[in-house]
DNA sequence: CTTACCATTACGACGCGTAAAAGTAA
DNA sequence: ATTACTTTTACGCGTCGTAATGGTAA
């Protein structure tokens, strides 16, 4: 190798297409969870190296990221799956299936969206209850020793 | 038994103590759930009837309540059990041990509430965004429909 | 005696963390 | 040859859910 070589880029290996820590640093998932993932059938690379390291393409990443955005949401993977499934199919623009069954589908996803985030809303409220006792305890712990 | 004690009430039981079913559906928990806290160290049942049956006072279900608030909290059941215990030393008003200890203790899970609050904030707003994906899906998929 | 409630034990699931042993890329 | 990266396999953990089997309360 040349001295011109020493670039040390991890590895974008070729084409465009990153291996699995670039993919997992970039998105701030760990090699373990991207792994688990294709494992349950989530985001599988578009390619392998002939030694069998994965590769993903930007719309592999792109799967990826999305995923992490519904994390939050509180499904589980399977219905994370069943979501980004009907994404797809919404957004073939060739409805050819039902798109009756689409709609209803994504609507009681809406609606289990709506109820969590009044969720996440109410245990923000209850976080904060739980922080201002402690707060207090600690001024009526702090007070008399100071 | 005569007419008059149908009355059918599910577990008063004795002196006011509550027998498991009673404490988990006031508090909103699964017996499984009430059981693995007493299991974990958390929550002990004040006695227990000669069959083994268990009896809780009305402080147990206190501690029960206060530790289902906790929840959101997102610490581990043994991070809530030292929490506790950090609240019962502070309440205690007899400071025999090291106060010092108590408030850098405390003062870190104040810390760790603030972060959480902002990360259950964080996560609304994903959740916000994803259910307006969701919904702009349902319009573009609704409006050629109808 | 019946019925509703409760006990214990144990195995399973989900979403990964983590280690082990080995191969690949440059 | 070295080094950094990757592979697969497999066991572990926390927090319960869910039987299965049998005892208790009234």
Do not use: N, W
């Not at 390291?53 to 930007?58: A, G, I, P, V």
């Amino acid at each position: 190798l040349s001295a011109a070589d020493r670039t040390d880029s991890p590895a974008p290996s070729r084409e465009g297409l990153l291996q699995i820590g670039e993919v997992a640093e970039r998105i701030g998932l760990s090699l373990r969870t991207v792994r688990y993932y294709e494992e349950v059938g989530l985001v599988t690379p578009s390619d392998r190296t002939p030694g069998g390291f994965r590769l993903y393409s930007e719309d592999d990443v792109a799967r990826l990221r999305v995923l992490k955005g519904m994390k939050p949401f509180g499904l589980s993977l399977e219905e994370i799956g069943e979501l980004m499934r009907l994404f797809d199919e919404s957004a073939g623009g060739a409805h050819d299936g039902d798109r009756a069954r689409l709609c209803t589908a994504l609507e009681r996803y809406h609606d289990r969206a709506e109820a969590r985030i009044g969720q996440l809303e109410e245990h923000a409220g209850e976080v904060r209850r739980l922080r201002d006792r402690i707060r207090a305890r600690l001024e009526d712990l702090g007070a008399p020793g100071a």
